[in-house]
């Protein structure tokens, strides 16, 4: 392979959006592929992951990451295979997962702190669900509901965007812990499908407009950790209807990322106080150590067959900022993942 | 003693206010002093507790606590001696506290689990300072603070109506344990106070309108800690100076209980997310079995003059209504206390 007379068609950032992402806040760009240096290696670019918390990245200030530059390659996480190899950390034909970019190729040095690149198995599941339950989004489900929602057995669990790629792994942990689970998404294909496919005890469809009474049909005995990935109206009305010492996991507010007008804080958060609960943060990262102790807990549930998940797979790296938006607009059905190339 | 022929001048709850409790939401009665049966005692209140939570027990709906019915005695706590007893556990000239009521007397069962009497020893300390800080207001300060809190030494603890009842207690508490103390409180007086007499690193006059800028500088560590009392633009603004893994103990949101829109929910709320920072709430009977070590901690503080508190005693039952409007005026500087009766 000579990478130097191959195109590496990329988007960058130019704008910082104002609401939804528009299309002139990408430019779409195209450079030769940069060849490995000493300690480095070439990636080609198989899987991209599309998340709402990208639309985070593109604001500027203060956050847990550091926004994405104007002019910069848009951040997004990936599965590649490795193309060309300067390192003796990788070899060509080995399967990574990383930080990649929105791009087809990412060239860089094989340690690189922020590209994080770590070796997959495609033995162990399919290189999607590297970017589902094996990877950032399972991360995230496993440790924020495990570690700070602490569930127990018998105890109910409740998680918002229930279909999502978070969703969909927080409802089989707590099913695989003892919990009962109840899940809210938007519309009926979702809510049957966590329940039928996944496992789920029940799930509330929050566009029927019934979410506070469902609250208490479906959740009889109260709510004792609630895992919130939408914010907004959603984790209000969960509020009014949870138990003593209850614990609310903060993982995401996708109703909240593309307001013009300041975010809608909890109206009903003294509910904390009556009910002395709590309400934390998680940040997946923290929890980089013990990921191979989730990816194999979870992966021996796959092999059991006791534990699914699904992707929404769009085809094509020029689909980026319109795929992009069905996550704001509900519209991806499983994990969000954009093929940019075959294997 | 004849009790029979002493009036027991009461205040009655007559109408659920809406916004700040107007003197027609209250009904003054007047009934013959009820003599105690086998088993009870009769108490004659001296001070009674006003506190922003008596503001909650006055609205409709589940509580912490059950709410005063209309033309219920108003819900007070108090420091009274026992004029009368009919049971051994307590005896004539004995001081008790307990939850007597926005009343002059208070007849019942000894054991009444609501009332919660307990004796209290004056050679301790005055009877004011417990309604203060070895009362109800200390005690949530005090395992606020290092239950939910859990300060460690050299870390920022930030606590808004410093110079209450309750933001006093965990000020000194805090400084007592090692940690750098910054209050928020109304006003140039206030705030001297905290700082000169009760030792605080700093204090913010919020009433200044630069909050934001003087959390900046006179945290200049961040906030690991912060104690919240008054909710609404103040909490929202502490949230975006908290550090990693802060701990934000949410006691009262007296900027919100007069409202008569909904409650303004910290719209900051996902710098909880970020910080990987927690926010959990505090009832303060949840430790109940504990108080008897908090009480001996801080009397010790106080002996050697290391701990100290105000109280703002206003004198006559009767000067109860517009007493407890200066709570949510902030125009009581210390403790608010009604005193009933010399002793």
Redesign the interface.
Known sequence: MNATVIANQQFRLAARPVGLPKPTDWRQTSEPVQEPRDGEILVKALYLSLDPAMRGWMNEG???IKPVGIGEVMRAGGIGKVVASKSPLFAVGDYVSGVLGVQQFWTGAANDASAALAKIDPAVAPLPKWLNALGMPGMTAYFGLLEVGQPKPGQTVVVSGAAGAVGQTVGQVAKHKGCRVVGIAGGKDKCDFVVNELGFDACIDYKSGSLREELKTKCPQGVDVYFDNV?GEIL?TVLTRINLKARII????IS?YNNTT??????????????????????VF?YADRYPLAIAEMAKWMRDGTFKSREDIVQGLEKFPEALLMLFEGKNFGKLILQVSGE
């Open positions: 203060k956050s847990y914010g209000d903060i993982c995401g507010a909240q300041p975010v809608k804080g909890p109206a009903n958060y003294l509910s904390l106080l009556v009910n002395r609960a709590r309400m934390e943060g998680i940040v923290d």
